[in-house]
């Protein structure tokens, strides 16, 4: 089975502009969360989201934003962005049965490098 | 809400040796799913190693071992015959039971191995 893919795994911006970050989960797998890691702040969770629903979300601004589809891939979207916003963005992904419960183990991608100049 | 913290921001350990990773949590629920990820350099987060909350055996993979005290609130890993390739931070995380994927991360600890 192939892993948790993300595109791109590079990117630079400058500050006001907005970016899009891409998640293709594990074939089967219909949670996707995001996480943000900094130097300073550690690994932070963004959100989370489940048969195309955001059903947690963690304390960031409404600048950040994401949504799934119907394949479960997910996209993240960052707009006006900040040198803070400057880190590695993981997506990762999980089985999830309907219930809602979930009693998998998160995959996590390689990441997305992005850097704001 | 929970937190996880890991006391030691880096340790090293000799090639072949044991060494120990310490991680305590506080959290007021007493169903929760606990784990262990691996980062290395590379930066793509690898399961070392998870263990729920209900079980009391700890839990087990090849050179990696766990020591959950669920009344303390701690959760240490032990990587026996440390090799090279071990090197990397550890992150010690914590998940609710129910509802949801959310981690709530440790710090991490970097761990450094010589040859």
């Known amino acids: 089975k192939a892993g948790v893919t993300q595109t791109p795994r590079y990117l630079i911006k400058t500050r006001g502009q907005q970016v899009t970050l891409s998640c293709s989960p594990i074939s089967g797998h219909r949670s996707v969360s995001w996480y943000q890691q900094t130097p300073g702040q550690g690994l932070q969770f963004l959100f989370e989201y489940f048969s195309e629903t955001q059903r947690n979300k963690g304390n960031f601004p409404g600048r950040f934003s994401g949504r799934q589809f119907s394949n479960s891939r997910s996209e993240m979207n960052v707009s006006t962005l900040e040198l803070g916003d400057s880190a590695l963005y993981l997506c990762?992904?999980?089985?999830?049965?309907?219930?809602?419960?979930?009693?998998?183990?998160?995959?996590f991608g390689p990441g997305t490098r992005l850097t704001v100049l | 809400a929970q937190t996880v913290t890991q006391s030691q921001p880096e340790m090293s350990v000799q090639e072949a040796e044991t060494v120990t990773l310490s991680c305590t949590y506080d959290?007021?629920?007493?169903?929760?799913?606990l784990f262990w990820y691996k980062q290395p350099p590379s930066r793509q987060m690898i399961l070392v190693i998870r263990?729920?909350?209900?079980?009391?055996q700890n839990a087990t993979e090849n050179r990696f071992s766990v020591n959950f005290q669920k009344a303390a609130k701690s959760f240490s890993l032990k990587i026996s015959d440390s090799q090279l390739g071990d090197a990397a931070m550890y992150f010690c995380a914590y998940r609710r039971w129910e509802y949801g994927n959310k981690l709530v991360f440790g710090a991490g600890t970097i761990l450094r191995v010589k040859s």
């Open positions: 990762a992904s999980s089985w999830t049965h309907m219930g809602g419960g979930s009693t998998d183990t998160q995959y």
């Open positions: 959290t007021s629920e007493s169903d929760y799913y």
């Open positions: 263990q729920e909350a209900y079980k009391q």
